[in-house]
């Protein structure tokens, strides 16, 4: 583990951490946009490859020698991928950063002077914009038990009235001024690396999704703050790495795996059958609404999402959350879901 001061002692002010997997088509731009707008700050790029086959690790070896590149042989997912490149950062900060994603000149030597003068800021996101500048709400209060069935009650219009209502997201605030939030997106966290190793990095058991949620809840934890400032902004393709790649039927119901785990370390057997009961109800009212547009106007991706919330109501009605998580057993759907995560 290296300290903040022994960062300070090897010049190292920033590690900046990318976890590709067959990212061949924009790891070039995004670290081409690294090297040519960061003038200031002193930092080190280091690359985690999960088993890419289109080339990416030998693409960025050849244009980019001074990147070091970590291959891992195989697809750790997103925590444990990070983890490998966090665990060899030697940065007073670690960026945790998509390989979709263009930095805007200046934009990390100014957050990285940002973060020195809030020394209370545990972590800190930035302002980032799809590529045709429309924001990406990728600040987000904590998810809880009453937000989830505020979600499945739709009850998240009342925020505008009262914080206490959220359904997963700020209803008054859209990322035009500095405040304290709950997490950040895992495409940009700038994250304090003492402590960020301190953490031990990202919660492996989190696969898909709630691994930025859980690591920006434990560094609240700690005494820290979660902060987002619109001074600086990157722009972000997003869906790269994801749901473009994988069949969204499994996808949806790993997720929602990840959900269970994440309720079950905060808030134990009685809050993953909440969370069920949450979920039963919200999918239930969706799937009356979808049916009901699908009568008016049938379009495939309509059908599509209709056959996401089938699955996932018919998962969710079978499973037992406490067996899941405790035993990791699943129901079986009498159906082949296809592109699940094997291992866990």
Partial sequence: MVSTEESEKLG????????????LKVIGDCLRSIYSTTHVTEFEVIV????????????????FPQVQVIEN????????????????????????????????EGALDGIVKYADQHPEAGAIGCRIVF????????QRPIHTIRSEWCWALGLGVLARIS???????????????????????????????????????????????????????????SGYSVLYTPKFTIAHLGGQSTVNRLNPVGFAVDGEITRYLYYYKYDGRKGVRSCRRASLVGLTIRR?????RHLFRSTEPTRKRQQILRTLFAWNYKVDPVRLVENGEEPSLGMNLTDRVVER
């Avoid at 590529?131 to 990728?138: I, K, S």
């Avoid at 405040?179 to 989190?206: P, Y």
């Avoid at 009356?288 to 009901?292: F, M, T």
């Fill in 12 to 23: 190292m002010k920033l590690s900046i951490v990318i976890l590709c997997w067959n990212d």
């Fill in 48 to 63: 985690s490859d999960n088993g890419s086959t289109d080339g990416s690790a030998q693409y960025i070896r050849q244009e």
């Fill in 73 to 104: 042989g195989r697809n750790l997912r997103f925590a444990k991928g990070n983890n490998v490149a966090i665990r060899a950062s030697r940065g007073e900060y670690v960026l945790i950063l998509n390989p979709d994603t263009i930095m805007q």
């Fill in 131 to 138: 590529p045709n500048g429309v924001v990406q709400p990728v």
């Fill in 163 to 221: 914080d206490w209502f959220h359904a997963g997201s700020y209803a008054n605030w859209h990322g035009e001024t500095e405040r304290i939030v709950g997490w950040l997106a895992g495409c940009f966290i700038l994250a304090r690396g003492e402590l960020l190793r301190n953490l031990g990095g990202f919660d492996e058991q989190f696969f898909y999704y709630y691994e930025d949620t859980d690591l920006c809840r434990r560094i609240s934890e």
């Fill in 288 to 292: 009356i609404a979808y049916r009901l």
